[in-house]
């Protein structure tokens, strides 16, 4: 089975913090990198940050860096995104998958984070 779920979205005040979980089964995660994505509505879903297979090394955009962590725990197959000093561009849906991106998985439902005040 081939599932991802996301979760930890909500409504944050600008520069608050949220922390977004992303459980993907064995034969997504296992040994690949993972990545968060995110899409505003009417734009396309864009690659924001991923870590490697063991945790150890991160990339991300420029628009999050140094603001926004993203890290995995191999045991639960879970990959986080620890996101602080939030702004109201941050507004969207929040998606993860493997990275680069695997036509032959599903996305999930995301997740929908939105800064407001």
């Known amino acids: 089975q081939v599932h991802i779920v996301e979760s930890g979205g909500g409504l944050v005040q600008p520069g608050g913090s949220l922390r977004l979980s992303c459980a993907a089964s064995?034969?997504?995660?296992?040994?690949?990198?993972m990545g968060w994505y995110r899409q505003v509505p009417g734009k396309e879903r864009l690659w924001i940050a991923r870590?490697?297979?063991?945790?150890?090394?991160?990339m991300y955009q420029d628009s999050v860096k140094g603001r926004f962590t993203i890290s995995r725990d191999n045991a639960k197959n879970t990959v986080y995104l620890d996101m602080s000093s939030l702004k109201p561009e941050d507004t969207a849906v929040y998606f993860c998958?493997?990275?680069?991106?695997?036509?032959?998985?599903?996305w999930g439902q995301g997740t929908q984070v939105t800064v407001s005040s």
């Open positions: 064995t034969n997504i995660f296992a040994g690949n990198v």
């Open positions: 870590v490697n297979s063991d945790g150890d090394m991160a």
């Open positions: 998958n493997k990275s680069p991106i695997d036509s032959n998985i599903p």
